[in-house]
Structure formats: structure tokens, C-alpha cells
């Protein structure tokens, strides 16, 4: 279930954060860099991918695909 739930997520992810700002590493502030690390956190319930956490949680700080793919 999570698992579907995340992949939802994924698809709709781009809509409702679709302005970044951050496009390379060296703008990343290291409070959006922990705001990041405790969307990962997520990741400890049983079928939630990281990746997937880390994407969401950087993408809601910003960051363009790529970067927070690459996070």
C-alpha cells in the first residue's frame, strides 16, 4: 500500500512544486539539506522507497529533479 501511495506521490510531485530554485549543489543550504535528510527518515516504514522520500523531501525544498534524484 505504501508502496503504491509513494508512487502516486511521484506523479503528481512535479505539479505541486514545480518552481525550483536550487539547481546545483553548492546553493544548497545545509538547513534544507537536513529538512531532506528527515524526509529520508520516512524511508524506515516498511515499503517506502529512500529514493522516493528524497525526491519528494528535496523537491519540497526547491531543489530540480535531478539535484534531489542526485541527493
Known amino acids: 500500500m505504501t508502496m ?7 506523479l503528481f510531485i512535479d505539479k ?7 539547481s546545483t549543489d553548492d546553493k544548497i543550504s545545509y538547513k534544507s539539506a537536513f529538512i531532506t535528510g528527515l524526509w ?7 515499503g517506502v522507497s529512500r529514493s522516493a522520500a528524497t525526491i519528494i523531501g528535496g523537491m519540497q ?11
Open 4 to 10: 503504491l501511495l509513494g508512487g502516486v506521490v511521484l
Open 16 to 22: 505541486v512544486f514545480n518552481h525550483p530554485v536550487v
Open 40 to 46: 529520508q527518515t520516512i524511508a524506515m516504514i516498511p
Open 61 to 71: 525544498q526547491r531543489f530540480t529533479r535531478n539535484l534531489a534524484a542526485e541527493f
